[in-house]
């Protein structure tokens, strides 16, 4: 009688600190949880601004106070600079392990339909506003392999037929004033090896000879940026490069490796702009736009 006794606190014991070590581990496992997803949102917005010549910007928001899951908000700013026409949701789901995956969600429903093509909350989407290829072209690109018939709506992408400096970029965004508003810069952050085919280079690249576009927003998110330069220069310069980098932080990395493959800190004078995107002015004839910027050899319109 006294063994039993003596066994059922034991085993109260023994189940209490079983109990104690399960919500130890489990808390462990979702501070790692909570740690990667953070640092990959964190690198994903930045991804995003550097990203998005079609005007598009992401939000993110918690989603569930239970379980590691998100919400991410598309915004689209086609065809205004401070007010959006809608947005795309995505969401994701993190496993005790830190592993993330995206699907995207059903607006009405919030059900999952995952999708390899659309999991993954891209800021890219191949057809623009005007129903055509959002296409730049690298500087020396032969028109003669090229359709530059200019969109009929919608923004104007603007390519150079010659890279120029930041400020000599500056000096052209005030130019355009008069046909409107510069939205984004176009960014040279290609090494020689990656045109050696004279690829065309595009928002969401998905076929062989396509490669992605990066640049400095001019607006994001519906606001004006002041210092666009160095929002750009900041992200390329602080992403994790040590063992914490996520493939996100990796990506970032090499982007700037291809502006400059030094160890040394991107300054402004390291920035070669090889195009632009342009939100016309709605009062003002588009064909006029096209005819007195595209069609006087300075530059190539889509």
């Given at each position: ?37 953070d ?7 930045n ?13 993110i ?15 689209k ?120 085919n ?14 992605p ?31 914490n ?39 003002i ?18």
């Amino acid at each position: 009688m006294q063994n039993k006794k003596r066994i059922i606190p034991l085993i109260c014991i023994i189940v209490f600190l079983i109990a104690s070590c399960l919500i130890v581990f489990s808390s462990a496992q979702r501070s790692v949880q909570t740690k990667k997803i953070d640092a990959m949102n964190s690198s994903l917005l930045n991804y995003f601004y550097i990203s998005c010549p079609n005007g598009n910007a992401l939000r993110i928001e918690k989603h569930s106070k239970f379980n590691v899951s998100y919400r991410y908000y598309l915004d689209k700013y086609h065809f205004d600079l401070y007010a959006d026409d809608g947005h795309s949701i995505y969401g994701s789901d993190t496993d005790i392990k830190g592993n993330t995956i995206f699907y995207h969600a059903e607006i009405l429903s919030g059900s999952k339909e995952v999708n390899h093509e659309t999991d993954f909350p891209k800021c890219v989407i191949k057809i623009n506003d005007a129903l055509s290829d959002q296409l730049f072209f690298y500087p020396g690109y032969s028109e003669s392999d090229i359709d530059t018939k200019p969109s009929t709506s919608g923004k104007l992408y603007v390519s150079f037929r010659e890279a120029i400096s930041y400020e000599k970029a500056l000096e052209v965004v005030e130019n355009m004033t008069s046909y409107g508003t510069v939205t984004w810069l176009w960014v040279d952050t290609y090494r020689k090896t990656d045109m050696s085919n004279a690829p065309i280079t595009l928002q969401n690249p998905l076929n062989g000879g396509e490669l992605p576009v990066y640049g400095i927003p001019l607006y994001y998110n519906g606001q004006d940026i002041n210092a666009p330069s160095d929002a750009f220069l900041n992200i390329l310069n602080n992403a994790p490069s040590d063992d914490n980098a996520n493939d996100i932080d990796r990506m970032i990395n090499d982007i700037k490796s291809g502006i400059n493959d030094s160890e040394t800190t991107l300054t402004e004078k390291d920035l070669r702009i090889i195009g632009l995107v342009l939100l016309p002015t709605k009062d003002i004839d588009r064909t006029q736009i096209i005819e007195e910027i595209c069609n006087k050899g300075k530059y190539i319109c889509r």
